[in-house]
């Protein structure tokens, strides 16, 4: 008997516990993963608290159709250990694994677009997750081989790459027209700026509350850095740039994205992928009167997760700041990003 160690959520808005079951058997197309690296995302404070932020005093309640303890994670990379008799996959090979499963039979599912199947099976949101020793994943066609990346690196991709890149790409049209700006630059904010970079070859103006990211992002090649908070910021960004065409709200605030849309030139786009909540209002004649277009993006599908890792391969992108902490300080991990005390991506190592 393989023993799994885990740091479960056994209680919403509690600190998880260390939980110990055994392993499960792979059945059938199914692959057990040994886990070497899971990140920490910001979507699994959600996660832990039970629910999203709607503004006004709302809340979006997520804790049904989940059964305590769970495994949060979903930012997993690690070694195919067994395989069920269906599966063909090679054992001991170091894997990227895709979270961002479906039913596989929904209209979504059918056309590849499984990260917004309407009966998820996404790791660590609706099935047990990364956050340890273990993972069942149901077909090999979700593990990526990532040679010669880091691991640390290829897991952080699933989410946080994966996020930024397909925000990107529904810019491709914009982009060509000006600098882009991406706003908030926690982890995926600053992948999304090494992947400007290599996808587009331009400098992007960057936003963030946070003077130790804005030097960050600065110090990664950030064409100029903004404090959406200061006075008169919207009119220097707007002096310097001449109108945003392409913008990513990598925060998914009131605050964000009103900051996002009031830059924009006629025509500008942005693309939302950011989950820290609030409600968002404007006069409904801007669309028209702007052209403007709001559109949203949740991760990126398997197809696209590929393509980011055959990417930072080809183009040798540099990671954003990434450091490891034990599976065992998983929960303190989760309260330093809640504070605001984490500049780039944390990666658990098991």
């Known amino acids: 008997m393989t023993q799994m160690h885990r740091q479960s959520l056994t209680a919403y808005g509690a600190p998880l516990c ?100 309407a009966a998820p099976r996404h790791l660590g949101v609706a099935v047990d997750g990364g956050y340890a020793t273990h993972v069942l994943v149901p077909h090999p066609r979700y593990l990526i081989e990532y040679a010669p990346l880091p691991s640390s690196y290829a897991g952080a991709l699933m989410c946080s790459g994966l996020t930024a890149y397909a925000a990107l790409k529904r810019l491709a049209d914009r982009a060509n027209r000006a600098p882009l700006l991406l706003v908030g630059l926690g982890g995926v904010g600053l992948m999304g700026l090494a992947l400007t970079h290599a996808m587009y070859g331009t400098a992007p103006y960057v936003a963030d509350i946070d003077a130790a990211k804005r030097e960050a992002a600065l110090a990664a090649g950030a064409k100029e850095a903004f404090d959406p908070s200061a006075a008169g910021v919207r009119k220097a960004l707007l002096k310097a740039s001449g109108g945003i065409y392409a913008a990513v709200d990598f925060a998914g605030s009131d605050k964000s994205l009103a900051f996002a849309t009031g830059v924009l030139a006629k025509g500008g786009k942005v693309m939302v992928t950011g989950l820290i909540g609030g409600g968002y209002a404007t006069a409904v004649a801007m669309f028209p009167l702007k052209a403007m277009g709001i559109e949203g993006t949740q991760t990126g599908t398997l197809a696209e997760a590929r393509e980011l890792i055959d990417l930072v391969r080809a183009k040798n992108i540099p990671p954003p700041p990434i450091a490891e902490r034990p599976l065992a300080e998983a929960s303190n991990t989760l309260n330093d990003l809640r504070a605001g005390r984490i500049v780039g991506r944390v990666v658990l190592t098991v």
């Open 18 to 117: 260390e939980t110990v079951v055994e392993a499960p058997r792979p059945q059938g197309s199914e692959v057990l993963v040994r886990i070497a690296r899971c990140g920490v995302c910001h979507s699994d404070l959600h996660m832990q608290d039970g629910f999203f932020t709607l503004g006004d005093g709302k809340q979006l309640d997520v804790r049904s159709g989940r059964t305590l303890p769970f495994t949060l994670g979903h930012e997993i990379a690690g070694t195919v250990e067994t395989a069920g008799p269906e599966a063909d996959a090679k054992v001991g090979a170091k894997v990227a694994v895709y979270p961002w499963i479906g039913c596989g039979q929904c209209p979504a599912c059918q056309a590849g677009d499984e990260n917004i199947c």
